[in-house]
């Protein structure tokens, strides 16, 4: 079960908030003008992906302790549902009023099988392969008005990232353990189309559509590089791929799509690249460990970076990429999304 507590307040309607994961800790809410935490949701379960509705109402977190998924209603004293969805539901992605969520059956949490990240292993990775069961893994489609599960896809193996086509018809979503991404119809759970990545690296694991063209960047954790994927009349290819710095994640573009933005974890960095020469355009020293997930803020202002091996939440300016603050936010951080929605590595602003 998961027990919430509510410390201090805050009103979703009125102000720019962001929602930070902690996997010991639960949700740490913090106003985006103070850059205080103003609520702490305290959630046992090892809650990791995150999302939010588009009206702010509801918060939802993915629990790796209790296979789960949390209906937090923030309107109404945070009254809380909790909904079985499967073994270990990591990455989470809301739209309208579903929710979809990762689960990973054959993730065990035992050591990888690549042996030249096994220094790194411990604070950079805690979700790791188990080559013994391959069971695929499921996207799980919930209703947020009634709580019912409407859809269960079968993905591959170790799906992490979920990101939709640009018709929102589809659903396309990173395999980490067979390097795979595959697509597939919302509506009929069918598989669509499979991309082979293995000629291009290891493990996807994030993946971000651009907000302008029709092609999708994911990162490749495992080889340390991006993969652009484009659609043309709905025959999927690699086009490109683009190096990073060590253990790539969590990555967003800019609105105007000039920009993709990259947290390699293991570099302590955050890469910032022009998408119109496919060059690294920035390299910035976050000097904080396990960066996965970031998001601009609602106001475009700022980059705020959830950091869980060191317990950091950074914020730096938009433009020059300078850290204007720092907050200690233990319990070991996952994910980061903001209200009202905006681009992140987990979320995306609401379209009509």
Known sequence: MVSLLLVGCADNKNEELAFVTTEKGGVSIINLETYEVTQQLENKDKPRGVG?????????????????????DLRSDNQNKQIEVGENPEFIRVYGDHVFVSTEPSSKGKPMPEKKHDAAKKEDDDDDDDDEEEEPA???VVNITNGKII??????????????THDRQAIIVTNENDSTVSVHDIKSGDQLASIDLKDHGKRPRGIKRSPVGNFYAVTMEHSDNVVLITNELNKYAVVESIPTGKNPYGLMFSEDGQRLYVLASKSQQMLVYDMASREEFRTVDLNARRCWHMSFSPSGEDILIACGGSDDFLVLDAMTYAEKKRLNVPGKPWGVITYPKTFGSLDEPVYK
């Open 52 to 72: 939010i509705t588009r009206d702010g109402r509801y918060l939802v977190t993915a629990n790796k302790g209790s296979a789960s998924i949390n209906l937090i």
């Open 138 to 140: 499921r996207i799980k």
């Open 151 to 164: 859809q269960d896809i079968e993905a591959g193996i170790e799906t992490e990232g979920i990101e939709f």
